[in-house]
């Protein structure tokens, strides 16, 4: 003889459904509901569908939203309070009287000015012919990170 347990919103749950989806959820806390209905399916513990099993869980107070990190998404980024405090390096690849160079340039975070740039015809260490020149003055042999923390090395002749 079967009865029906009163769940306000579900009509026709028999004794024991609504505590054995709990139960199995309980076993099996990290299983989202949708893969915990399969689940459940397979063992023959009930067969309902998705929805009643969110609803269920939703309403026993089991099934939250996911509680990631915040994400700092629009949160900006924080600009240097002087020049030489932060640079940052851009390589682009450009066209000139039909020949392709790369156009490495480091800019200086706090004025966007171009600290020092370099034109190559590849991406290869020195010995390669190259034009290179600084917006202020020479950069000697100094080593800086970039934004992402990875070194970039500066050498001037």
Same mark, same amino acid.
């Not at 004794?15 to 989806?21: D, H, Y």
């Given at each position: 003889m079967?009865?029906?347990v009163?769940f306000?919103g579900?009509?026709?749950?028999?004794g024991?459904?609504?505590?054995?989806?709990?139960?199995f959820? @309980?076993?099996?806390? +990290?299983? *989202?509901y949708r &893969?915990l209905t399969?689940?459940m399916l397979?063992a #023959?513990?009930v067969a309902?569908s998705?929805a009643?099993?969110?609803r269920?869980l939703?309403?026993?107070?089991?099934?939250?939203?996911?509680?990631g990190k915040?994400?700092r998404?629009?949160?900006?980024?924080?600009?240097?309070?002087?020049?030489h405090q932060h640079?940052?390096?851009?390589?682009?690849?450009?066209?000139l009287?039909?020949t392709?160079?790369y @156009?490495?340039?480091? +800019?200086? *975070?706090?004025? &966007?000015s171009?600290?020092?740039w370099d034109?190559? #015809?590849?991406?290869?260490e020195?010995g390669?012919?190259s034009?290179?020149g600084?917006?202020?003055g020479?950069?000697h042999?100094?080593e800086?990170?970039?934004?992402l923390?990875q070194?970039a090395?500066?050498?001037r002749a």
């Amino acid at each position: 003889m079967s009865t029906t347990v009163g769940f306000p919103g579900i009509s026709g749950w028999k004794g024991g459904e609504k505590e054995a989806i709990i139960g199995f959820h @309980l076993q099996n806390p +990290l299983e *989202g509901y949708r &893969r915990l209905t399969f689940m459940m399916l397979d063992a #023959e513990v009930v067969a309902v569908s998705p929805a009643s099993v969110s609803r269920v869980l939703q309403q026993a107070g089991l099934r939250s939203r996911w509680k990631g990190k915040r994400s700092r998404k629009g949160t900006g980024f924080e600009q240097p309070l002087q020049p030489h405090q932060h640079w940052h390096i851009d390589v682009s690849y450009i066209t000139l009287s039909g020949t392709f160079y790369y @156009l490495c340039s480091v +800019l200086d *975070g706090y004025s &966007r000015s171009i600290v020092h740039w370099d034109l190559r #015809e590849s991406m290869k260490e020195a010995g390669d012919r190259s034009h290179s020149g600084t917006s202020q003055g020479e950069v000697h042999g100094s080593e800086t990170q970039d934004h992402l923390g990875q070194r970039a090395a500066v050498h001037r002749a």
